[in-house]
């Protein structure tokens, strides 16, 4: 049985099988430095399964791990193009150290500063959700594009006008020049304890996670919304409509 005496020997050498992957490295870089998985697995207090050739099996990315064995190694950090991938493999082997480090990266840093950001933004998750459906169900050909257009209605002060002339469930539109596109999505009001969050940012911001996602968009700005009253006192929407158009594929 398992338990705090050591109970298996290790090869100083060994030969490992990493999902599928194969790694020779020696005992010593796996359990050298502070408590993580793999100290843990090849102290000598558990039994490690092998695959059919001998090799020690560790159910991992075999491809990520090759990051985890260069830290262990020498204490090289992944690229910033890798650096997402190879934290959440950090985790799993429980490497905090790597994880700090990680952390730190401007690339993990920036990412962490536009979530905390959007986590303040009142209606973002929403907004998303609301323009992916749309988007995903109003596909189009436009000259040698497929593409998709999500029509969005946004004011940061949009409040409900009292006046009974005026109706508040309006679906925005803009109708010059020629554009009948009425908005699908609308964001407003939002308050924010962050300064200066104005509809173009926040649409910027709506912009960069579906770019972060892999999304390739565009959007522009269609006008004000077109809808307003003129009896008794004029009452316009304040309401400005932008068209976000999710470029699909292009024919060559
Ligand atoms: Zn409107």
Redesign the pocket.
Known sequence: MDGDAKVHNFPPVLELNVGGVYYTTSLSTLVKSQDHMLSAMFSGRHLVAKDKDGRYFIDADGTLFSHILRYLRSGDLPCSSMAPQVYKEAKYFGLEELQQHIEQMPVMMGKQARLQFQSRLAGFDEAIEQILATANKKQCIVSDEIVSFAVI?IHKDSQLVMNPAFDND????VNYPQDLNS?DVVIGPWESDIEDVTDRVYLRAIARELESRGFTITFSKQGS????IRNPDRID???T?FKFIFHWHKFQ
């Open positions: 209605a309006h679906r925005c539109f908005a919304c077109s809808y307003g929407c304040k309401k409509v």
